[in-house]
């Protein structure tokens, strides 16, 4: 078999814009979507019914240790599916590239977050790990002798990222595993395909634990920016993982970070990005910074509502879309070419 050179990897990012415009631009933003009622509270899960659905808060983190916010960005909530991408992000620095990939999947499957279906069209294999499925096998390869030890794994992790201890909210934990007879059928069809090696239900057991620790939309945010400095944490400036581990936990959130609506999402925003069913979005400007956001009304896909259209606004307004670009130089005019135009307020809504 022929093997495989990588060429040498250049990095090319850009920066936020100063101080003060990333700080009038959250501020914007917040009193922006403040007002908006759209969406409903995952009430799915008895107790994340009962969360106030007014709490609304933007925090952005850059690379330099920087942070801005706006609203409630010091409460918590548990971190749900957004700690899929930082478990993901650590598993993949532990056991490598090729092999996470070839074990669990990359790409999205176009299906709920919690089918079983994507499992059973795809011969077993869980496809995205960015899915219920996936999330729980990419768990499962935690290095551990035993359950206890990948959990203390987990959550040593996700504090590193945090840059602060974090903690299991026990009411949340509980209620989930109340009511996670889904999560424990995909794990036992997981283990029957030879995804999952060991007792399927510890496995479901740590994953629910990994997602019901608490976190603010200001932890998120450092998070995000973690993911953005190479695996380092800014505020902290400790190494969390590699380099190549942020790029992978990247580029599998740009496909499969927030659903099955993550195409849309790309094309309407276009930066990597991660979503929970309490309310948290973090997203991923690389080399630039991390945005976090919490506010618990959900689309039919899960994904928060103003949390989008903030990141949306702040995307466009901050220049962090991964595609946008502008000439490099002035451009011969022909009459075909239409008139500049400004964003129209549909763009930014």
């Known amino acids: ?17 100063g101080w003060d415009q990333v700080d009038a631009e959250v501020l914007a933003a917040h009193r922006r979507y403040a007002a908006d009622t759209e969406g409903a509270v995952a009430d799915y899960i008895p107790i994340l019914g009962r969360v106030d659905p007014e709490l609304f808060g933007i925090a952005v983190a850059d690379t330099a240790g920087g942070r801005h916010s706006a609203g409630d960005v ?4 548990s971190i749900q ?22 074990r669990i999947g990359v790409d999205n499957t176009g299906l709920a977050f919690n089918s079983v279906m994507a499992i059973e069209l795809n011969a077993g294999n869980p496809m995205n790990p960015m899915v219920n499925a996936g999330a729980m096998a990419t768990t499962a390869l935690v290095p551990g002798a035993t359950a206890a030890e990948q959990w203390e794994t987990v959550r040593t992790v996700l504090s590193e990222f945090a840059g602060r201890q974090l903690v299991l909210d026990g009411e949340v934990y509980h209620s989930e595993m109340q009511t996670n007879s889904r999560n424990r059928a995909i794990a036992q069809l997981l283990e029957s395909y030879g995804r999952i090696e060991g007792d399927p239900l510890e496995v479901v057991d740590v994953y629910t634990r990994q997602c019901a620790l608490r976190v603010t939309a200001q932890d998120l945010a450092i998070m995000g920016a973690t993911l953005a400095d190479g695996g380092v944490n800014p505020v902290t400036g400790r190494r969390v993982v590699s380099e190549e581990s942020c790029r992978d936990t990247l580029a599998v959130l740009a496909a499969t970070g927030m659903y099955e609506r993550s195409g849309q999402w790309l094309f309407e925003i ?17 080399g630039k910074g991390g945005i976090g956001t919490f506010a618990p009304r959900l689309d039919p896909a899960g994904n928060s509502v103003r949390g989008q259209r903030a990141i949306k606004y702040l995307s466009r307004t901050l220049g962090l879309n991964l595609f946008a670009s502008e000439p490099a130089g002035p451009a011969l005019q022909t009459t075909a070419d239409p008139a500049p135009r400004a964003a129209t307020e549909q763009e930014t809504a």
């Open 1 to 17: 078999m022929r093997t495989e050179i990588a060429a040498p990897q250049q990095v090319s990012t850009g920066t936020l814009p």
């Open 74 to 77: 010091e409460v918590e909530f």
């Open 81 to 102: 599916s957004i700690s899929k991408a930082l478990v993901y992000a650590h598993v993949s620095q532990e056991l490598g590239h090729r092999l996470v990939s070839e």
């Open 270 to 286: 276009g930066i990597p990005a991660k979503s929970g069913v309490a309310g948290g979005i973090l997203a991923v400007a690389p």
